[in-house]
Structures are given as C-alpha cells and as structure tokens.
C-alpha cells in the first residue's frame, strides 16, 4: 500500500471519486475477496486515457460498470450501524493498511483517502453499547484529532451516545418542528 500511495500521488491524478474498500465490502459488491481501489475518472477521452496509463504503471486495473457507485452508497440502506470518521487525509491514509487488513464479514469498511473519511457499516448491532463502551473499536467521545459521527444506530444504543444535539434546547427544538418524528428517524439520534 505504501508503494501505492506514493505513486498515486506522484501521478497526480485527478479522480471524480476514489474509495478504498476492505475485503469485506468488495465482497458485498461481488468484486472479490481482497481489498481493492474504486477510482471513478471522467472528462474527454484524452484526459481519462492519460490517467488510465498513469494508473496502469501503478498497478493492474480493471474497469467496471458505473452502477457499482450506486451499489456502494446503498450498502448503507439496511445497515443497522453507520458510523463515519474522519480526519486529516494523511493520516488516514498512514493508517489505512492495518484499517483494511481486518476482515471482519460483519463489519463493511470503505475509506475516500483524498477526504480523509473512514465509513464502518455493520448489519448487526454491537451487543452492549454504552457510554464508556468503544463502539467497534472507536471511542465515542473522538479524539482531538480525529472526529467520530454515529450516523445510524439501533434506538436502545443512542442514549448512550454523546451527541451535540441531544441538549434540552435541541430537543424542544425538534419536538416543535418535527412533533412526530418523521424527519430522519433513528438517524442522528
């Protein structure tokens, strides 16, 4: 992966999207059983040539049909977790190695390295969330560093999750605008 990177960047491409995924996640996406990079170039046909050379001195490519993108964001849909982190890019990038090589079926793991994002998506919740629990591994309360969003849960565990909206005005708020919880139930809190 180091290699990778170095010559990814030195190549300067210039991607629509790049994501990084764990085995896991390119098996949800029947694209095999080891990590994989899904870069999405566009523009005329000169310019996505070019980085498609640039990309093929990197390593073996191959292309797939663009419904994939679709596939990768409803990978979410029926998720019972959703958490996302982001930070600075490189170190997200340092770190993607040993973030990728844990192969947990349970667990689809995908960064966008360029934004430094980490998205983990599970299809069965933690047992046992609470607040001084680590959830799949990750402080709830982040690091300075490092900013951790719990996006979807299971109703039981958001009570135990800090939140910058769970504060009395932010309910009241919420309960005046949206008094039957139709907005985004179960997201965000």
């Given at each position: 992966?180091?290699?990778?990177?170095?010559?990814?960047?030195?190549?300067?491409?210039g991607p629509f999207a790049f994501e990084i995924l764990?085995?896991?996640?390119?098996?949800?996406?029947?694209?095999?059983?080891?990590?994989?990079c899904l870069i999405r170039f566009g523009g005329n046909a000169p310019g996505v040539n070019g980085q498609l050379a640039a990309l093929a001195e990197l390593g073996r490519y191959e292309e797939v049909e663009a419904k994939l993108w679709g596939r990768l964001r409803n990978l979410e849909g029926g998720a019972d977790c959703v958490i996302r982190i982001s930070g600075p890019p490189a170190k997200l990038r340092d770190a993607s190695p040993g973030i990728l090589s844990d192969d947990l079926p349970e667990v689809l793991t995908w960064i966008t390295p360029v934004r430094?994002?980490?998205?983990?998506?599970?299809?069965?919740?933690?047992?046992?969330?609470a607040a001084d629990d680590a959830v799949l591994g990750i402080d709830p309360r982040g690091r300075p560093d490092e900013h951790v969003i719990f996006e979807k849960l299971p109703a039981a565990a958001w009570p135990d999750i800090p939140s910058a909206v769970s504060d009395r005005l932010s309910q009241r708020i919420k309960?005046?605008?949206?008094?039957?919880?139709l907005l985004n139930p179960g997201i965000l809190g």
């Open positions: 992966m180091p290699h990778f990177w170095g010559g990814f960047l030195a190549a300067r491409l764990s085995a896991s996640a390119a098996r949800a996406l029947d694209l095999g059983n080891h990590s994989i430094g994002l980490l998205r983990l998506v599970t299809y069965e919740p933690p047992d046992g969330i309960r005046v605008f949206d008094s039957d919880d």
